[in-house]
């Protein structure tokens, strides 16, 4: 079954850091809320959800994917980042509906299944 893109509601970028990259994550989360539509999600120093490491969230609709997205491209400051849509199925969009910029971290998919399609 084909999936249309029409059911993205919006889009989530999850930027994780650690310790040692704290500092690249806060600059990288400034200039996104200065330049962008987005809202900012609260930072979470421990792993939380199906997320492996520390991170925060940007969410963003879908008409700002074009600019958030090639601006994280160039200028995340080395930190990995998720991006998923929002479409109401947590599990795909957070697995075969995701984009990773650097490393691909391994998402709790356990946790995912839990949730269920919310």
Known sequence: MKEDAIAIAGFHAHIYYD???RDAAARVR??????????LGRWHDLPIGPHPK???QVAF???QFANVIPWLMLNREGLDVL???ETGNAFAD???HALWLGEKLEVNV????RIGTT
């Open 19 to 21: 310790p040692a990259s």
């Open 30 to 39: 400034e200039e996104l809320g200065a330049r962008f539509e987005v809202q």
């Open 54 to 56: 520390a991170m925060y």
């Open 61 to 63: 609709s879908p008409n």
């Open 83 to 85: 991006v998923h849509p």
């Open 94 to 96: 957070h697995t075969k």
């Open 110 to 113: 356990e946790f995912l299944r």
